[in-house]
């Protein structure tokens, strides 16, 4: 629809009017943390935009040069503060890669289960916030009502909510522990059936339907060419996940699917996440199946040197947001040479302007979300 | 005006798997004209509220009533201070370096030293309650840590401690060595890196007992060994297995950097 | 006539044989009220000055017709408002505990189940700094938020809550209401350019956009009533429902109606003047403090005056259907906020489960859902009519 209306504005010259830059941050409702979008508009139609990200440069790549190995793990916790967990686990996944360690089995599949549920509360805010962009509130409050039940699952695995500290390089901090084998399956249970009345506000409400399909358009080569990764990309038809096509840790051992759709809107990234949803409950299930079947004594983590042998690394996971990488130059002294970091959403929040440009301003807030913006991994 | 879009139908069409499998995919997208537009999001609304209105909702209300915690719940560091040995190990793994080693009396009314902890900068990792080699240094539930100025956020060695300790609260580093695997044995070894120990290279040794002086537990002896040149004796570190909770101390205090850790892997 | 005791002084006179009575034979509750009121105060005060100065002309000034009567309709005034205050407090109160357990969570907790954080947060923003941007307009920007907040009390206030309790009974009544009910969107509009803020001017444009998409259907829809009763007198309206309410052969109607009334009280889904999402605060971000809270308090005058009107043309106003008349003239004011209040229930629920739509969806609702739906409702109403059923 909105680009129809640009086609119709491109051929009667006489409609046009004067544009205006509107800056749409740092501190704005749709921005989800500090960063601007710059938008051109004519009345309320986008014409060109711009983003303009780190206002929260931390330093973070220098700041661990001047760590040793194991103190950075719990500081990659604070990279992203959604999905904490899966930068610290690519971080040791990195480092055991520089080491050549393999990790034990039930550590894999510790790991892959926490990655999972770091991917449904990831997912979960996401919800929260399109819900709030498109002027609900009470989506926004279900969705945070339910990621606090897998919050408390954090809690019982490792004893704390956000910034876990759970992976360890060599494995993982503890093993499960009695109370996150006995709630992890009573939570998925409860969570895949009060998923569904979320998805029956949104899916089954007309309103949201309209304000999400046809819009932020783009094709599958704009996509790949535009580097973007995770959700987005594969709501705009490119299959591929490198949990399947490229599996780390146990995730060649389990059994899942990787939702792909063509029609590359926000409607199509939306089902893309909220597949992905279920999966992760489908994933959850299945790997503490087999944590169970491995046995309570079995090793978890193995120790790990307290010095990395000179050489590089590289690693790659999928965030809850796309592809994230590390690379990792060690010099062979207990602190890294250089540890970098690739952040998703640093690549697909540069696609912002083919994804707003022709659309309405009250689209912009619909559009960025689908892109999931965590700025804590965008700055570092 | 060329209709350039494409059918949207929001349908899986990939080979590589299955639709049957994706509980969402297979019924979604729907018609809303069958819920009637914007009705079934209206309906759900009311269950809920007829639920909440039943029942209470899930709001807590925080400062009346608590969320339960589990034992393990990583709240601000606690100390046993008798437990304590005052080998630095926390503050040597602190991420933040928010813990400094303090004298402080103890209960005999000896000078010790004993970790202080300023919780302004505490990141609550845990990695202090995880390496802390006699598990003086527990986590604790409390979490409610909120004061007036920043220096009454610094807890000093007895503040640190903490009522009703329990074995959940002692972090247990748990870890296997992977020799111990190729030997076929892969057992869980609690704290193994108390069995790395400081090894001497006794031609940078220079005799000067500083290793002795600053070791927490008195692992180390110095033992002559000949006399050197102008007759003086030579000394040697000499490590006892029994006591050494391997905590660098002697390693980074060495002046010739003649001892360095010999990790058991 | 010889005054002795205070209580010479306060007759409780009949009010309807004064000859200053402004409501020209009908009964007016709040008056009677307040005339009485001001019977108790003129005449003690006249009782008072008598005490010091015996037989001057100032006491028997005080209770004399003409000034009983203007010091009765100074006192009415203020009646009329703090009911209608308190009523949108409540439905103010309302929405925050209803929208609260909607979304699982308490809504407000502090005093008296929580409505006394109305109070509370009418304080506060009282307190805050009055902070004005320099480049403002200042004329039009403090008289565009005083306008929109005088229109929506003036139309707040103008809502009978009864057939004895009214401010005016004109036989346009419903026109005047609504008039006065479409302007502010105007007030807004200038009050956007007004702002030099580019948040404001889209939110004001978007005022305007929205007001040309529901406000057709919604006076087809007031046409469609006032025909099936005859009249445009409100109270005529509300007699005319005395049995059979509107919404019975209206349905269509009256759900047309609801989401219009959404629409002119700037209420989600149809808040795209404010939508926070994109425009930070829409028209309103440039104002602070007081006015703010001013501008807040007008959106829930109008979100009352919304759900008056429905309960007006489609619920019976303040009618009990199947009672006898003793049971329905006993308190129709109470019945009304309570069917006004409903009213506002359902609106509340509409915010709780939809979402905002967009600029070009509202006009398209507005003209291709709303505007057949509202002729096919004025059609069926003609079928009615002419059929001899109404």
Known sequence: ????????????????????????????????????????????????????????????????????????????????????????????????????????????????????????????????????????????????????????????????????????????????????????????????????????????????????????????????????????????????????????????????????????????????????????????????????AIGKNAPYRYKAPTNVPAGTAMCRLEDPRGESLMYLVADGSGKPYRLKVRSPIFTNVSASKPLVVGSRIADVPVIMAMIDMCLGETDR | MANTKKVMDYKYTSEKGNVENMPFLKRYPRNTAKTLWVMKPIVKVFQLLGKTTVHRPVCILYPYEKMWVPDNYRGRPGLDFNMCLGCGMCVRMCPTTAIVLVDAPDDDGNIVKRPQINMGRCAFCGYCAEYCPVDAMTVTPEFELAEYTREDLIYGPRRLAYEGTNDMMKVELEETLISDVKNGNPERRIKPFMIDRPELDSSKCISCRKCEKVCPVKAIKMVEHGTNAKGRPILWPEIDDSKCVCCHNCVDDCPKSALHIKEVL | MAYSSILDWISFSDIMSNPWYPFAGDYNLPFDISYKLWEIIGGGLAWLINLILPGNPVSTWLISDGVCVGGGLIIFMIVIFLVVFIGTLLSLWEERKVLGRVMDRRGTMIGMKGFLQCVADGVKTFMKENTIPKKVDMMTYMWTVSLVVGVSVLIACMIPLSDRWFVVNYDTGLLIIMAFFALAPFFILVSGWAQNNKYSLIGGMRAAELMISYEV???????????????????????????????????????????????????????????????????????????????????????????????????????????????????????????????????????GALARVRTDQIVNIGWKVFMPLSVINFVIVLLLKVGGIY
Not at chain 1, 6 to 22: F, Y
Not at chain 1, 165 to 190: A, K, M, S, W
């Open chain 3, 217 to 351: 259907p919604m006076l087809i829809m007031i046409g469609t009533a006032s025909l099936l009763a005859g009249t445009l007198n409100i109270g005529d309206i509300v007699a005319a429902q005395r049995d059979i309410w509107y919404i019975i052969p209206m349905f269509i109607g009256f759900i047309t109606f609801l989401f219009c009334a959404t629409a002119e009280a700037e209420r989600v889904p149809f808040d795209i003047a404010e939508a926070e999402a994109e425009l930070v605060e829409g028209w309103q971000t440039e104002y602070a403090g007081m006015k703010w809270g001013l501008i807040m308090l007008a959106d829930y005058f109008r979100g009352y005056v919304s759900c008056a009107m429905v309960t007006i043309l489609f619920l019976g106003g303040w009618n009990i259907p199947f009672v006898s008349d003793s049971v329905n003239n006993f308190l129709p004011e109470i019945v009304f906020l309570l069917k006004t209040w409903f009213v506002f229930f359902l609106m509340i629920m509409i915010r």
């Open chain 1, 1 to 292: 629809m909105a680009r129809d209306l640009m086609d119709i504005r491109a051929e009667t010259d006489e409609l046009t009017t004067d544009k205006m830059w509107v800056i749409m941050g740092p501190q704005h409702p749709f921005s989800h943390g500090l960063w601007t979008l710059k938008v051109e508009l004519d009345g309320e139609l986008v014409t060109d935009a711009e983003p303009i990200v780190g206002y929260l440069h931390r330093g973070w790549e220098k700041e661990c040069e001047n760590r040793s190995y194991a103190k950075i793990v719990p500081m990659a916790d604070r990279l992203c503060y959604a999905a904490s967990m899966t930068y610290s686990h690519l971080y040791c996944m990195t480092v055991e890669k520089a080491l050549g360690l393999e990790v034990p089995e039930k550590a894999q599949y510790i790991r892959v289960v926490a990655d999972e549920i770091c991917r449904i509360s990831s997912h979960l805010m996401w919800l929260a916030a399109v819900g709030t962009d498109l002027g609900n509130l009470t989506v926004f409050l279900w969705c945070m009502r339910e990621r606090e039940y897998w919050m408390d699952l954090f809690v019982r695995l490792c004893g704390a909510r956000m910034t876990t500290n759970y992976p360890r390089i060599g494995g993982v901090r503890n093993d499960i522990t009695e109370l996150f084998d006995r709630d992890v399956d009573r939570c998925v249970q409860h969570f895949e059936k009060a998923l569904w009345d979320i998805i029956a506000l949104i899916d089954d409400s007309s309103i949201f339907l309209s304000r999400m399909k046809g819009t932020g358009i783009l094709t599958c080569e704009q996509c790949v060419n535009l580097g973007i990764t995770g959700p987005a990309m594969r709501g705009n038809g490119v299959d591929f996940d490198i949990r399947r096509d490229d599996p780390y840790e146990a995730y060649d051992k389990i059994d899942f699917e990787v939702p792909v759709l063509n029609d590359g809107d926000s409607y199509s990234r939306y089902m893309v996440r909220v597949e992905e949803l279920f999966q992760s409950c489908k994933i959850i299930t299945r790997a503490m199946q087999k944590i169970r």
